[in-house]
């Protein structure tokens, strides 16, 4: 074919399509939008045009994921294959020599619980191992009300607050702690240990930050934990330190969007039984701008002049707490717990915090125990200056052992015994615990019932030093509770003397 | 006290959810943990799939034809002008709402986006989706009739040109978790 036949061809195809395109609907639009676009413009045009063409090309691409797929898809035989060889494990591990033998060790009371109880094996001993603290379980009028309670409300309501489990015993509950605590509102939960875990993460979430102590009991890390907020630790009751993470915290996030920030603190700690610089953590986190979670399970009904916590015990106004959590089941001999805070951080709970909003609410006899619980302490101020004498009793005469030591508060009614460094060290000690635990047996075989600090070791963040937990009640009087002071004191001896010491 | 010691991180290392090479004012939005994934997986991501809606769509045209009644309606303003503004403010809507701001402002997943932009939401980050060729589409055709009805006014064309293009580079796939700092902020950030 020659040049001019092809030249030909060319001409009668571009005619044909030119005249087939004339004829397609809407197609002088188009002619003249180009026509008008061109405009003697060519660079403007041909930017136009490559805009148009990414455009098309865009919409002709394939769909494509950017997650990688990191799974594998079985074949039907390969599924039955793999359901063929799967065992399944039991349900129950069997269990280990250790775990064992602390299921063994526990005692068993025989009848209602109190200060002084019955067990199993037919002897009575006086009961230091339960947080019956003000003896309220002891109390004739509390179970009086909570049978009639239940004759009115039932045991129970099956039903989260929010969805028929909000009852008039519950209301009153919430008001009387709240006036208890001198605190504008207060509200309660189904469960001690879901409290400040559901409290927490109700108000800190994913980019929040917050400064908690160290040695804060497991409910409150399981707390920080579901928050996803980002956490930094402060040696346990360290102001300087405590100070110097705050700076460091104020220097990193400058420049960076405001967040929620919180200090999270025990009153009096779980596991040592010391109390929280409170005056000094008000001061820091006022200058820093932060608010203040305050876990008061062991400290609200147990310190102070009138047992309303820390804040009395230092003398502070309560309402500078921010937000303050504790549990009804250990001195107000109920179960569940409470926080209360402003009338707003409350009102946030009852429909963000999880532990309220999903749990069936607690049973009205144990709302009407808690009242209870809260009229007696008002009304009788005196059962804490007595709680205190005989925690300063028990201290006493525990000091003079030259086997332990205590770290916690010389008014604090928790007690906790830990053997002394030397000791472990001359005595070659490997296994505390299970000295500690010879020295339970054997106060319990002289009549006293006291416990070891009882833990997960591989559930916390920082090690816990394996101590002997004591806790002192009313339910004794001065005279008993030197006697079991002595008796546990005689115990240690015996058990640790029992050790012979390393040779060098 | 070593596990204590050890256990204390930094917020920024925690936090830290950009990667850049020194003196680079391009980074990237790191992957997530997987805390996070398991988080962004717990429930259907609210914020980002009312997009694939048919109202979601309409709505873009009826925006625009509102914006573009609107600017008529205003005493003085020529018909150029007016088409100009109306790519503008959707521009600027559209880039506000996809690119800039972050996260999800409904409390649902423990703030688990909250480090990437609604267009890197919406379908888990795949590309090429019919919303998101849609979603570019809008942008580029209100700029091909805004230069058209502006007459080829040259500063208009460059307005809308420029306009054109800053939502439309964020929206290919090689932009995708990609952040642009500041110079000044890099120096704060450099410093701590």
Known sequence: MSLHDTLIYINSTVESISSQFTRLPGSSIILRYVRSSYQNDPARSVLEFCLFLFAVRYFLASKYSVTKKDFVRLTDGEIDELVDEWTPEPLVPAMDEASQTDVDKIPVIVGATGPKVKLATGKSAMNLAS?????????????????????????????????????????????????????????????????????????????????????????????????????????????????????RVSKEVKGRPLTRRFVVSEGLFENIGDICNLPKILELKDKYKYRLILEESFSVGVIGKTGRGVAEYYGVDATEIDIISGSMANTMVAGGGFCVSSEYAVKHQRINALGYVFSAALPGYLAKTASNAVAIMTTSPELFSQLNANARAFREIISKSQYVYSPSDPDSPLIHLRLKSEILETRKIDDEDHVLQDIVDECLYNGVLITRNKYVQSAENFPILPSLKVQVTTGLNKKETEKAALVVKAAISKVVAKIPKAKH | MSTYSSAVGSVVANKEERRRRSSSIISHVQPETIEEQIDQAALPNLNANWVHNKGAWIIHFVLIAGLKIFYDLLPGVSQELSWTLTNISYVVGSYIMFHYVTGIPFEFNGGAYDNLNMWEQIDDGDQYTPTKKFLLGVPIGLFLVSTHYTHYDLGMFVLNCIACLCVVIPKLPSSHRMRLTVPEVLSSTRES
């Not at chain 1, 929040?208 to 934990?225: E, R, S, Y």
């Not at chain 1, 996803?228 to 360290?238: D, G, I, L, S």
Request: proline share 3%.
């Open chain 1, 131 to 247: 947080a019956n603290m003000l003896n309220l379980v002891s109390n004739e009028q509390i179970k009086q009300d909570a049978i009639n309670t239940v004759h009115e409300y039932g045991v129970g309501v099956c039903g989260p607050p929010g969805f028929y489990g909000y009852q008039r015993v519950h209301i009153n509950a919430e008001k009387d702690i709240a006036a208890f605590l001198g605190m504008p509102a207060a509200i309660i939960y189904a469960q001690a240990f879901n409290t400040i875990s559901s409290v927490i993460p109700a108000f800190a979430k994913r980019g929040d930050i917050i400064v908690a102590d160290a040695a804060c009991n497991i409910a409150v890390c399981k707390g920080i934990t579901i928050s996803r907020a980002t956490v930094r630790w402060y040696e346990h009751n360290n102001m300087e330190d405590l100070e110097r993470v705050l700076e």
